[in-house]
């Protein structure tokens, strides 16, 4: 009656790359993942450190997502499908790259420097600026560049004439003769050094209703203020990440000058709960892909807290730690290619693997920290605002368009949400341990009695644990029967005088003479003829 579907319907997707201009369509079916898009895409461009990058896009509730390679496409995003290109997982130090990966990164901090999200000082604007400058126009030539040529590049949220002039006269001074690829290395070694290098922003706020932002990089998860770093916690000092609602959790543990290891746990508030589970999945792959050995640590799938629902999810990819050592165990290395065009594009730029830059051995996954002093902050600046990259996705994806006043305000005391805090935050212990200062959102504190060592393998053990359903659900119902035929039995064939109330209820009498007697005969005919 029914004709069976045997054509499967290829759906088009739109993948912008670093230059917005840059468009490339590709085709799918229901049945392909996100690894077979990300695949598809690697492959064209020649990129073989396919991990460090990811396509993001916009859900229908207005949230960005990264696109999830374990799980169909078309079940993630809804058509139109449109794809934007980007470094997911910020390496820690770049220069263990091919010099063709480190263009693809330096591609995308120039993305983060404009749009405001790799924040820093006017010196350093300057100095970056420079550089893209240089990168872009070659050596100075007083023929050619007028004095409106830096003006043509947005290459900061905080551009002003002031900064130009000085880029400008900078640009003047430089030697002549750069190769570009020195000039793209030089650019990076400013910016991994940077607070912000790798961070995207999550706006949360804290148990006093302060807002604040998070940002998870390569070394751990870090907290702004007003464009201050004002906390940073390592991945050793956390041991497990969880959110409930709109509450990112995150349970950390330290060791005293008594050497012995405390736990804390700390909480910020979400503007919505898709933000907070969105914050909480990037807080667990960027723990996962710095940490873990190899992949196959990661076959357990991750969930939130217990009232989470949907909040489960399986990594999928290699482990930093693992694409190192792949080079490591190779027998060659590829050579550095010192060529390159000032406009070339990103499908043109051919990729191969990275080399690493001395032994990783020291990753750890979900280990308890060797020591809990928290590391002294860097420099940060006194500055106002803080922008987020939220012109990543352009306005033709989605009609989802953030206020301008929410970017000049941006982290300052007379910005504003649209959220608000309530007394669903968890409020802090009265006392707090002099040395655990910078844990000024500590909620809970307790002690722990075993080393680390045991606590490290114990939760191992309970990470690696599986749910079965023979194990818990089985033997639960074969429990719940026999405990209901026990309770019959007794109730129907003792004389207990407590139980002479319930056998004279109607509704009990129904069911003795409509269950329980015939089943009593039935199996008393079976036993007799057997």
């Known amino acids: 009656m029914y004709k069976k579907k045997t054509e499967q319907v290829a759906h088009k997707c739109v993948v912008r790359l670093f230059d917005d201009s840059d468009v490339l369509d590709y085709e799918f079916l229901e049945k392909h993942k996100g690894d077979y898009l990300i695949d598809q895409l690697c492959k064209q461009l020649n990129i073989k450190e396919k991990d460090y990058f990811g396509l993001r896009f916009i859900d229908s509730a207005k949230q960005r997502q990264w696109l999830d390679l374990g799980k169909p496409i078309i079940k993630q995003c809804k058509e139109p499908i449109i794809f934007t290109f980007r470094v997911k997982f910020y390496p820690a130090n770049p220069f263990r790259l091919n010099a063709n990966v480190r263009i693809l990164l330096y591609k995308q901090l120039k993305r983060d420097l404009s749009h405001g999200r790799l924040y820093c000082s006017c010196d350093e604007i300057v100095m970056l600026g420079v550089l893209i ?5 070659g050596d100075y030539n007083e023929g050619m560049h007028t004095d409106d040529y830096v003006s043509n590049i947005q290459f900061s949220a905080r551009q002003t004439d002031t900064i130009e002039k000085k880029i400008i006269a900078r640009h003047k001074e430089r030697k002549p003769g750069q190769d570009p690829l020195a000039v793209i290395n030089e650019f990076l070694g400013i910016a991994c050094r940077l607070e912000a290098y790798g961070i995207e922003p999550h706006c949360v706020k804290d148990h006093n209703g302060t807002q604040m932002y998070i940002g998870i990089n390569f070394f751990g998860v870090s907290t702004f203020i007003a464009g201050k770093r004002s906390q940073h916690f390592r ?23 008594s050497r012995e290891v405390k ?32 992949c196959r640590n990661a076959r357990v799938k991750y969930r939130g807290g217990i009232f989470s629902r949907g909040a489960k999810f399986k990594y999928t990819g290699r482990t930093e730690r693992e ?16 060529k390159l065009a000032a406009d070339k594009k990103s499908n043109s730029v051919p990729v191969t693997p990275s080399s690493p ?23 940060t600046y006194d500055l106002n605002h803080f922008l987020m990259d939220f012109t990543d996705v352009p306005e033709m994806e989605n ?82 029967i026999l405990f209901m035929i026990l309770l019959a039995f007794t109730i129907f064939e003792s004389k207990i005088e407590i139980f002479n109330f319930i056998r004279n209820a109607p509704e009990i009498i129904i069911l003795r003479d409509e269950y329980y007697e015939p089943l009593k005969k039935m199996f008393s005919k079976v036993v007799i003829y057997n």
């Open 357 to 379: 830059n001395g032994a990783s051995t020291h990753i750890r996954y979900n280990s308890l920290p060797r020591t809990g002093i928290p590391c002294a902050d860097t420099d």
């Open 263 to 294: 736990k804390y746990t700390i909480g910020f508030k979400c503007a919505t709960g898709a933000a907070c589970r969105y914050l909480w999945r990037c807080a667990i792959e960027h723990m996962l892909f710095f940490t873990l050995p190899n």
């Open 235 to 257: 991945w050793s000092e956390i041991r497990k990440l969880s959110f409930e609602g709109r509450m990112f959790i995150a349970h950390l543990s330290y060791t005293d000058a």
């Open 399 to 480: 009609d989802y368009v953030i206020p301008t006043q929410l970017l000049r305000n941006f982290c300052s005391n007379e910005a504003q949400t649209e959220f608000t805090h309530d007394k669903a935050m968890i409020p802090l212990p009265t006392s707090i341990p002099h040395n655990a200062s910078s844990f000024s959102n500590v909620l809970t504190k307790s002690a722990m009695n075993t080393n680390t060592d045991r606590s490290y393998k114990a939760m191992n053990r309970k990470n690696l644990r599986k749910f079965r359903i023979l194990r818990s659900f089985f033997p639960s119902l074969v429990f719940v």
């Open 133 to 137: 400058v240089q990168e872009k126009f």
């Open 323 to 338: 694409i190192l050592s792949e080079v490591i165990h190779s027998s060659s290395f590829p050579s550095e290619d010192n």
